[in-house]
């Protein structure tokens, strides 16, 4: 996936939840809201030092997974056998040979800086994400659509800073809450619609820190919320 591609779906995800035009760009977003989301990193291939993109920087030698399945390049991951007189000499051809493999997809189609990848389609800058499609700046999540800054969630739809949640949409900053629809700012509830700054509270709708108003009103002080999410 293009950081072109990814701009769109930036602009479609933020138009969707806030209904709004989307002031960021890419950088500007990851930055202000994936700040702690554990996101793929850059590194280098160490057989051609191209970039590319994987879970942990803390090994020292990579290899693509376009490269380490490229049998015009790599027939054969055998080398020639010599004498290893102990532990040191071990450790050294093992070493040679060590490369982790990066940006690691399985049954996914247009991925872009990311790794671990299973069953997805148009993944951008992500990591640990299975059956899922339109993802950006997620982790460890799983059955959604149309998300960004989402991490060990599954069921979401055009949700955006979504953790530890599932079966949401249309929602911003939800966190151990399930069944959320059209809500910001939720913590561990159930069963909201149309609500803001709720914790710890069930089948509720046109809620805002847990205190219940009319439609009309709770519209009014939605659209101050979400002007200030935007410009904050």
Known sequence: ????????????????????????????FRQKYAFDIRLPVEVNDSTTGESTWAISSNPSKFLTMKNAMDQTKFPDFMVQATPLNGLEAIIAAWQKTNLTTTERTLESINVGKSDNIYSSENIYHSQDIMASKNILFSGSSQNSESCACTQRSQGLTYCIRVDDSKNCSNSFEVNWSNKIANSFFIQDCYDLSDCMFCSHIASKQYCIANMQFEEAEYKRLRDIVVRWILTA
Request: no cysteine; proline share 4%.
């Open 1 to 28: 996936m293009t950081d072109e591609q990814a701009q769109e779906l930036l602009d479609k995800i933020v138009g969707q939840v806030f209904g709004y035009k989307n002031p960021f760009t890419l950088e500007q």
